[in-house]
């Protein structure tokens, strides 16, 4: 079982950052990618980013250049930095992990969302 919390949106103006964070608690071993991804009013849920367990990153083209998705050491904290935010990035953001139990049991594990606005 995995447990994910997402954290760290709120209002920000075009052209500000803003940094969101998943903490993970429960069988983070078993966890082998995790992402981000985002859902705007009357929008289909897109994928923004994600990283592997070995550390490769792959991100949207609309956020290429101005996103950047990381974890911590112990891989228990994913981050999404945000800059160059632009009113078409507002949207609630969800956390994501996909993991493999020593079962073999494929699962997918979400956050609850953060909101991001941006807006003047």
């Known amino acids: 079982q995995v447990q994910l919390v997402d954290s760290g949106g709120g209002l920000v103006q075009p052209g500000g950052s803003l940094r969101l964070s998943c903490a993970a608690s429960?069988?983070?071993?078993?966890?082998?990618?995790m992402g981000w991804y985002r859902q705007a009013p009357g929008k289909q849920r897109e994928l923004v980013a994600t990283?592997?367990?070995?550390?490769?990153?792959n991100y949207a083209d609309s956020v290429k250049g101005r996103f950047t998705i990381s974890r911590d050491n112990a891989k228990t904290t994913m981050y999404l930095q945000m800059s160059s935010l632009e009113p078409e990035d507002t949207a609630v953001y969800y956390c994501?992990?996909?993991?493999?139990?020593?079962?073999?049991?494929?699962?997918?594990?979400w956050g609850q969302g953060t909101q991001v606005t941006v807006s003047s």
């Open positions: 994501n992990a996909h993991g493999v139990t020593k079962s073999g049991v494929v699962t997918s594990y």
């Open positions: 429960g069988s983070i071993s078993s966890i082998s990618s």
């Open positions: 990283i592997t367990s070995g550390g490769s990153t």
